[in-house]
């Protein structure tokens, strides 16, 4: 069982940064592909960022690419998403995953995702 935790979200204005954290409980998190969603009021969940096991593949949603960075630190259990030149439409709750099955396949799929953490919201004010 892996429990995750976010935090770091905010109100930030348009143009700003914000870096999120997820933390994950469990010795197993350095084997666990881990990716962010996010949802919108009135939308649906959608992927926004992954990053393999070992740290050296990352995948972006086109709409947050050259402007989001996922990273983990394995020896912290924590994986970080940084946010810089937000915009108005970044604003949501922001969800990290684990995808516990060792495979890095359509890790945009948040059905790959076994465990997931509660979201910490992330507001863009103009």
């Known amino acids: 069982q892996v429990q995750l935790v976010e935090s770091g979200g905010g109100l930030v204005q348009a143009g700003g940064s914000l870096r999120l954290s997820c933390a994950a409980s469990?010795?197993?998190?350095?084997?666990?592909?881990m990716g962010w969603f996010r949802q919108a009021p009135g939308k649906e969940r959608e992927f926004v960022a992954a990053?393999?096991?070992?740290?050296?593949?990352?995948y972006y949603a086109d709409s947050v690419k050259g402007r989001f960075t996922i990273s983990r630190d394995n020896a912290k259990n924590t994986v970080y998403l940084q946010m810089n030149s937000l915009k108005l439409e970044d604003t949501a709750v922001y969800y990290c995953?684990?995808?516990?099955?060792?495979?890095?396949?359509?890790?945009?799929?948040?059905?790959?995702?076994?465990?997931w953490g509660r979201g910490t919201q992330v507001t863009v004010s103009s």
């Open positions: 995953a684990a995808d516990s099955s060792g495979y890095y396949t359509t890790p945009a799929a948040d059905s790959r995702y076994d465990y």
């Open positions: 469990g010795r197993t998190f350095s084997s666990y592909n």
């Open positions: 990053i393999k096991w070992s740290g050296g593949n990352t």
